[in-house]
């Protein structure tokens, strides 16, 4: 039978392994026993009853409760889950223990892990999982067991002033920074923007509530003074590609995301509008963007939070055909008998608007049976992982003049089957001073405030999800 | 650091369960002795007088609890430290006090009177926290003090505060649920709370502590649609589950006629005689409207379509779970047409985190199965990259198999064969299963793909030859006669093979279509019972079936090999085997005890078998509110509300009406204008309140909130006038930018909104205006009165005005400000007698209405004899009212009167002309304080210029003669990209002659004019409808115009007609006994003539307009506007 596997409906699997083995108080009605204009009772519950944090090894290494305390011991039907799952990203996100529901995210070798005990919208909590981790990153500059370890107190305020009773209470860093200061010894901030975080002076814990919470723009705090106003907005764009074996272009699309980074004072009123907005297909906003504005004129209005924030994210049109800047030949091979492969790819620029293609990375997952590679690279230097089984590339600039390209051998384990597939090639690269989409910021207006503010605009292009199948 | 340095050192904790980091930690010797010494350190250092050794104690007990170690032995020292001065080590002490308190009841008790304290404090970040950490601490001794705080808490000043009793209220209910019913009241009073703050987390307590009282939403219901875009994330999430499913139960299956939908499509199309008869023939059971469903094309709600247009742009949201909530909402609430909108956005989302992903396309694929022309056009979207983790892959595939069909097939396919190549054995298991899948789906590749699996069966890896042997075997059940040759290739894997499943899989292919592989079956049983021993279980079982087939169709050749299997399973080791050996032996092979059954063994083994169908997991699954729990585990969670079937028929409508009381109200001041002249203490609010209407209708949904504390003395009826204060009081010039900006925006939503809103309904007001002064000063006296007995009553009542009236906080701090003259007053009356807090009563809609009048009179200050007439006015109408109960019962209140809606403005001066400065003007319908013979005009500025204007003012009026005008003040500054507001006064004389005049800033000046629609002359009267008769019958021959006209098509009912005669004139209601009669009264502004319009309607939208008015001149041109009003 253990050939006949259900791999459609994994989450089934589990459910009725865990429910066979603990033969559940908890009865589940049937689906269909559906009871039409019947509001039920059900017993009041909150939404997230406790977070347990647990690194890659297993070790919870801290808890969190906002009801009654739950204990640990629910997070082994989570660590038995995941010791099966080979990568810690194939863990299901939602399990289904015979008195709760856990659902957990995966983020920075970390899992968060909520245990729920009622019904709630599972996006609601994975959402809000990542707001947390976001915030932690925001706070601590990384979202790591030792930082987190390191701030613990911090982080305990974080966690009680975000949720009240289960239910999201302040999530905005804006407020959050009022009324919980951050560390004062910044570590660098893992970030696009040129401008380091700012954060608001020694104010201590505010005994006068943050304005924000009063306000119709809970998004920014009150009373921002700067010397220097600075409105910086980065326009990245991503490729997301899938090429097949002869280079052509399986599917491809362009997701672009606008980071701002503002230190303006006072209350100021931007506008941000866009040369050719018509080539945004699909958008979304930060909550600050009025969306009415944006519907009738096609043009950002908004009041910015202060710092960092995310203004918007989008899609360009799939009706415009994609500029892919690079091509790529290859050629992988296993032979038949002598266990040993071949490997040979070249990547030259295609469609790079006359722009230096630069931090041009290939990584390769090889099949289990490649033992090891004897490689030369043209330009730049390779790895490979023995353990793993990943090859990497890295090759920096790439030369117009003379394509950058790699070729060797793969030695395969003797006597193991040649490799059915050919690995795929996962490609990295950047583009500086280019939107792919040719999209364009045409001008930047403030009201509501008197200075002029230094304004800047940075665009890049970045490969997404960029893989060549071979 | 401090913390760091606690969490190495602190290793408390006697006796926690599973702490599998206490390997990891070198320190962690567990040496108990000195545990308990660090303990007095901590201690020691909590009993100190610096605080600084207070917080480090403080931060290293937290690091402690955050681990899970036992911290409770330190529970007095730190419960001590709960009144301490500083703050930080206050929240830390709260923290812990949270964690513990359960365990330690009556130590915890000590702290209870620090947060009754706070409870009162000034500030209300520390009311606010005070609340929390009380109801979070859950002691059930304390249920008494938590139930009271939180209903204080429920009508403090500050939103925040109120939010928190919101989010109190669940945790009181899970400590104790006997508190249900009083909890029920307190939400139903935050429910009608006004701001953006405290509607998700009051939502919230809703569906946790009384989510079968959908009753409580209906007042509510607008406002909460209204509100939607302005909440935030998290509260959006949860008011747009609980409104899928309010909708689910008050209104229509917008779907419900597809298949009716071309009949009734033809027949509004021709607009066909029959239907109209039909119509004549079911006027009289309006209320059927499932009976008129069926038969008429569907119309949908007005608020049906309001929540999915508000909904709409949350499809924006950064946040996937707003989005995914969203998308639920349209698909199960939405028609079919307009389901696709959501499908971008969800595509959007597989962008987002893994997680995202997952449960997103588990939903997109319940989705598919239903809808799948949605998902089409982003079919590559879902193409599988090698590097997304199984679970997506699989649901990818998932979904790729639901879109496929006959166009897309190819395509879809190359891209499976790609995928099998994968290193992902258990995906690519996967992918050769939906190929079966999509074989049997669609005919025309069944052949492709079946060829396709065959070369499979070459393949190297065992597992994927495996799985295609199965799926192979299902598709060959469709059509066995076909693939005899498959059939014999597979025959021939059987050597190499060695997957259980897959072996048992051909051997029982072999058997079941034996006749068509005559030559090879024989051979193939020879074979497996050389290996018989060696198979595993399943495999031995398919053996023996495999014999037993073959023996009953062949059984010269099989005959020994048949018995040789049964003999050899009859001693097998598995019991399952030897059962089935001993049976098939039994009813096969003939013996002179066999019975009857071996007649039939051939019909029994070789019957027809269906063909298995192979269908989605996801089949179904939308029984299950999509975007749920209960969906993903494809299982009811604990907690989930089902999401009911749609009504046969839709529940009344009007229960979510919510005029009465602003309408009642401001008619009132309408009439009552002369009055208001010298009344110099309410001038200011007076002025907001004209402005009002132009931002917004929200006071349209004051009623609620008004309502919510009130009950009783349904005789002072005179105390409704500060109703309209409240709702009346609004957004003013001076408000900050980020108010006024908020608000347009909503404006713009609003007036939208308010085209739709049909329904409207008022109670009767007679007019009885020649009330004399003395009774209404006695009145005076009551309400003096009254405002004393209830002055805490007063207080919340003032709050939750405040709020409706502004959305933003910017203008409510303003109105704030603006009132406090009037709350010092009242709290000082509150000092001399503090009645008992009186409980909110669930009563009956009627008396509600009539009370939330009164008791907002308490805002008022001090009355001025100014002010009596309204009072008489007023008090008598309601007497008459109450006389009159039948009037205002549940068959005329739908649409009674109908309020302006959308007020229409002009544009005065255009952003170019104007070099920057744009002026628009509207009238606002209010009445104008300084002199009632005037028309209030509101004028709004913005300043579009990148410079500042200055000093705006009007000059130069050139007048008619007979007409005025009073200016608007001075405005000193209209600092760029700025909006403001003014109101003036026009007296037109009743003549629609326009007012010109100058516009000067500081720089330039503009020749303007404001030009009067004739509807706009006039001010809205109550009429009983025998006055209305006697008028009318005043007002004949040369003062009578009659026109015959035909209804617009859209304009065919009621609420239709009256919304847009009285948006074309600015007319009240009267009441009317016949539906097919609609009746509108006013008066001019500056003569006071009566103006008497009557509609009435016949059969196919023919009606005849009446419209009687001594000013002749007036009456014509109102006639020509209202019928193009009617038949636009």
């Not at chain 2, 938590?146 to 939010?163: G, N, Q, T």
């Not at chain 2, 109450?882 to 109908?898: K, M, W």
């Not at chain 2, 500081?1002 to 009267?1021: A, D, N």
Request: aromatic content about 6%; hydrophobic content about 35%.
């Amino acid at each position: 039978m253990s050939t006949k596997r259900n791999f459609i409906d994994l989450q089934r699997h589990l459910k009725d392994r865990t429910r066979g083995a603990f033969s559940a108080a908890h009865t589940l009605l049937p689906y269909w026993h559906r009871v039409t204009h019947q509001w039920q009772l059900e017993s009041a519950a909150e939404m997230i009853h406790s977070l347990f944090l647990i690194n890659h090894t297993g070790d919870i290494f801290l808890e969190k409760h906002w009801k009654s305390v739950i204990s640990r011991g629910v997070c082994d039907y989570f660590l038995e889950v995941k010791e099966k799952a080979v990568e810690p990203e194939n863990v299901p996100p939602v399990l289904q223990t015979p008195h709760h529901y856990l659902i957990s995210i995966y983020r920075d070798k970390l899992f968060f892990l909520s245990v729920i005990q009622t019904e709630v919208p599972p996006l609601f909590v994975i959402e809000f999982l990542h707001r947390v981790a976001d915030t932690f990153q925001d706070y601590f500059g990384e979202c790591s067991e030792s930082i987190i370890k390191d701030n613990v107190v911090t982080v305990y305020e974080l966690l009680e002033e975000m949720l009240d009773n289960g239910f999201p209470l302040a999530t905005e860093s804006n407020i959050l920074k009022e009324m919980i200061k951050p560390p004062t010894i910044l570590r660098s901030v893992v970030n696009t923007l040129t401008v380091l975080l700012f954060f608001p002076g020694s104010s201590n814990v505010g005994d006068k509530l943050p304005t924000g919470q009063l306000s119709n723009i809970p998004w920014r705090r009150a009373a921002v003074k700067y010397t220097n106003n600075e409105a910086y907005f980065d326009v990245i764009e991503e490729i997301d590609a899938i090429l097949d074996k002869s280079g052509m272009t399986v599917f491809a699309e362009i997701q672009g995301v606008i980071e701002a980074c503002t230190r303006l004072s006072g209350m100021p009123d931007l506008t941000l509008s866009f040369m050719n907005p018509r080539l945004l297909d699909d958008v979304s906003f930060h909550p600050c963007v009025r969306f009415k504005r944006w519907e009738s004129e096609r043009v950002l209005s908004f009041i910015p939070p202060d710092g960092n924030f995310t203004l918007m994210t989008y899609h360009v049109s799939s009706q415009n055909l994609v500029a892919i800047p690079v091509y790529v030949k290859q050629n992988i091979s296993f032979f038949e008998t002598g266990s040993c492969g071949r490997l040979d790819i070249t990547i030259g620029p295609k469609q790079t608007m006359g722009k230096m293609v630069e931090g041009l990375m290939v990584t390769v997952h090889m099949p289990k049976a490649v033992l090891s590679v004897n490689l030369t690279a043209s330009q730049g230097n390779y790895t490979y992982d023995l353990a793993t089984k990943v090859l990497v590339w890295d090759i920096g600039k790439l030369n117009p003049q003379k394509p950058p390209n790699l070729r060797g051998t793969l030695s395969v384990q003797s006597g193991a089957p040649r490799p059915e597939e050919n690995p795929a090639l996962d490609i990295k690269l950047k583009i500086q001073q280019l939107a792919i989409s040719g999209l364009k910021v045409n001008r930047l207006d403030m009201y509501g405030e008197k200075y002029k503010p230094f304004k800047g605009v940075k665009y890049m292009t970045k490969a997404g999800k960029f893989q060549v199948r071979t | 650091m401090s913390a760091s340095s606690a969490f190495n050192d602190e290793k408390g904790g006697s006796s926690s369960v599973g702490e599998p980091e206490y390997g990891h930690d070198p320190a962690s010797g567990g040496i108990f002795s000195s545990d308990y010494k660090r303990h007095d350190d901590l201690k020691e250092m909590l009993d100190s007088n610096k605080d600084s050794l207070k917080l480090e104690a403080m931060k290293r007990i937290v690091a402690m609890v955050a681990r899970g170690k036992n911290a409770s032995d330190l529970f007095p020292a730190v419960v001590k430290n709960v009144a301490c001065k500083n703050i930080e080590v206050k929240k830390l002490v709260y923290v812990y006090l949270v964690r513990y308190a359960e365990e330690q009841q009556d130590l915890a008790l000590l702290s209870i009177s620090t947060f009754q304290r706070g409870l009162k404090d000034p500030n209300q970040l520390i009311r606010a926290s005070a609340l929390r950490v009380l109801s979070s601490i859950r002691v059930t001794i304390i249920v008494p003090i938590m139930m009271l705080a939180i209903k204080e808490a429920a009508s403090d000043m500050s939103p925040y505060v109120r939010k928190t009793a919101a989010h109190a209220i669940p945790k009181l209910y899970s400590l104790d649920p006997e508190q249900k019913d009083q909890l029920i009241e307190v939400i139903e009073k935050l429910l009608a709370d006004k701001t953006t703050l405290v509607a998700g987390s009051v939502v919230m307590a809703f569906e946790e502590v009384c989510p079968e009282r959908i009753d409580l939403i209906h007042k509510n219901y607008r406002k909460l649609c209204n509100l939607l875009i302005d909440v935030e994330e998290w509260g959006q999430v949860v008011i747009i589950n609980m409104l899928t499913r309010y909708a689910r139960t008050q209104f229509l299956n917008p779907n419900i006629n597809e298949s009716l939908l071309e009949e009734g499509g033809e027949k509004t199309f021709y607009g066909s005689e029959e239907d109209e008869d039909e119509d004549d023939e079911d006027k009289d059971k309006k209320a059927e409207v499932a009976t008129m469903a069926k038969r008429k094309p569907y119309v949908m709600d007005p608020d049906h379509r309001l929540l999915l247009r508000n909904t709409k742009p949350l499809l924006q949201s950064r946040n996937a779970a707003v989005v995914m909530a969203v998308a639920q909402l349209y698909f199960h609430l939405a028609p079919k047409a307009e389901v696709g909108v959501i499908a971008k956005a969800l595509v959007r989302l597989l962008r987002s985190h893994s997680e995202v992903q997952y449960v997103v396309l588990q939903n997109v694929a319940t989705m598919t199965i239903k809808r799948r022309g949605m998902f089409e056009p982003y079919l590559k979207s879902f193409y599988i990259r090698s590097t997304d983790p199984t679970q997506i892959k699989v649901l990818k595939l998932e979904v790729l198999t639901n879109l496929a069909n006959e166009t897309n097939i190819s395509t879809i396919l190359r891209e499976f064969q790609t995928y099998i190549k994968s290193m992902d054995k258990d995906f690519v298991a996967a992918t050769i299963q939906a190929i079966g899948r999509c074989a049997t789906n669609i005919g025309e590749v069944r052949d492709t793909c079946l060829n396709g699996l065959v070369q499979l069966l070459s393949n190297r890896d065992e597992l994927v030859v495996a799985e295609s042997v199965v799926v192979i075997k299902k598709l060959l059940q469709m059509q066995p006669e076909k693939h005899s040759d498959i059939i014999k290739h597979m025959a021939k894997l059987i050597d190499n093979i060695q997957v259980p499943m897959a072996r048992a899989s051909i051997l029982w292919l072999i058997g079941e279509y034996c006749e068509h592989v005559p030559k090879i079956s024989p051979d193939v049983l020879r074979k497996m019972a050389k290996s018989f021993t060696n198979e595993e279980d399943i495999v031995k079982l398919q053996i023996i079936n495999l014999a037993a087939k073959l023996y009953l169709t062949n059984s010269k050749q099989t005959k020994l090999l048949t018995q040789y299997v049964l003999n050899l399973a009859k001693y097998d080791q598995n019991y399952d085997i030897r059962d089935r050996a001993r049976f098939i032996r039994q009813l096969i092979v003939p013996t002179e005890k066999s019975g009857a059954l071996s007649k039939y063994a051939k019909k029994l083994f070789l019957a027809l078998k269906p063909a298995p169908v192979l269908e989605s997991p996801f089949k179904d699954r939308d029984h299950f509110q999509l975007g749920s729990l209960s969906h993903l585990l494809n299982a009811k969670a604990g907690g989930y509300q089902e999401l009911p079937d749609w009504p046969e028929a839709a529940p009344d409508p009007s229960v979510r009406n919510v005029e009465v009381f602003t309408l009642l109200e401001r008619v009132t001041t309408l009439t009552s204008v002369p009055e208001w002249t010298k009344c110099s203490s309410r001038e200011k609010r007076k002025e907001k309140k004209v402005e009002k209407p132009f931002y917004s209708d929200s006071e349209g949904e004051s009623g609620p909130t008004e309502s919510a504390d009130s009950e009783s003395d349904s005789a002072n009826g005179s105390e409704s006038v500060s109703g309209s204060e409240v709702s009346g009081s609004g957004s003013e010039s001076e408000e900050s930018e980020e108010g006024s900006e908020s608000e347009e925006e909503e404006e713009e939503e609003d007036e939208e909104k308010d085209k739709k809103k049909k329904k409207k309904e008022l109670k009767k007001k007679p007019v009885q205006e020649s009330e004399s002064e003395q009774s209404s000063e006695e009145e005076e006296e009551e309400r003096k009165h009254e405002r004393k007995s209830k002055p805490r009553k007063s207080d919340s009542e003032t709050e939750s005005g405040d709020e409706e009236e502004s959305e933003s906080e910017s203008s409510q701090s303003e109105s704030d400000e603006s009132e406090s003259e009037a709350e010092v007053k009242k709290k000082k009356k509150a000092a001399q007698s503090k009645p008992p807090a009186k409980p909110v009563k669930t009563d009956g809609k009627k008396e509600k209405k009539e009370m939330s009048l009164l008791d907002l009179d308490d805002f008022e200050p001090a009355p001025s004899p100014q002010v009596t007439p309204v009072n008489s006015f007023l008090s008598s109408s309601l007497v008459t009212d109450l006389e009159g109960l039948s009037l205002s019962d549940s068959v005329l209140s739908p649409a009674t009167i109908a309020p302006s809606s959308a007020l229409k403005s002009y544009e005065l001066l255009h952003r170019i002309t104007g070099e920057g400065l744009s002026v628009e003007y509207c009238f606002s319908r209010q009445p104008f304080s300084p002199d009632a013979n005037m028309v209030a005009v509101q004028i709004q500025f913005t300043n579009n210029a990148t410079s500042d204007t200055k000093n705006l003012h009007m000059e130069d009026v050139k007048l008619q003669s007979g007409m005025r005008v009073k200016e608007f003040p001075e405005i000193e500054l209209l600092p760029a990209g700025e909006t403001t507001t003014a109101v003036m006064g026009i007296d037109f004389c009743d003549s629609t002659q326009a007012a010109n005049f100058q516009l000067c800033t500081h720089t330039r000046k503009f020749f303007v004019s404001i030009q009067p629609p004739v509807g706009e002359l006039m001010r809205p009267i109550f009429l009983t409808e025998n006055e209305f008769k006697k008028e009318q019958g005043q007002l004949m021959g040369m003062n009578e115009i009659t026109e015959r006209l035909t209804l617009d098509v859209k304009c065919r009912n009621e609420h239709t007609i009256v919304q847009r005669v009285t948006t074309a004139a600015n007319l009240s209601r009267v009441p009317c006994g016949s539906d097919k009669e609609c009746r509108f009264a006013g008066r001019t502004v500056t003569s006071s003539s009566l103006v008497l319009v009557t509609v009435a309607t016949k059969e196919e939208g023919a009606a005849q307009l009446t419209v009687n008015c001594e000013k002749m001149v007036i009456g014509t041109m109102l006639v020509k506007d209202i019928l193009q009003a009617l038949t636009q």
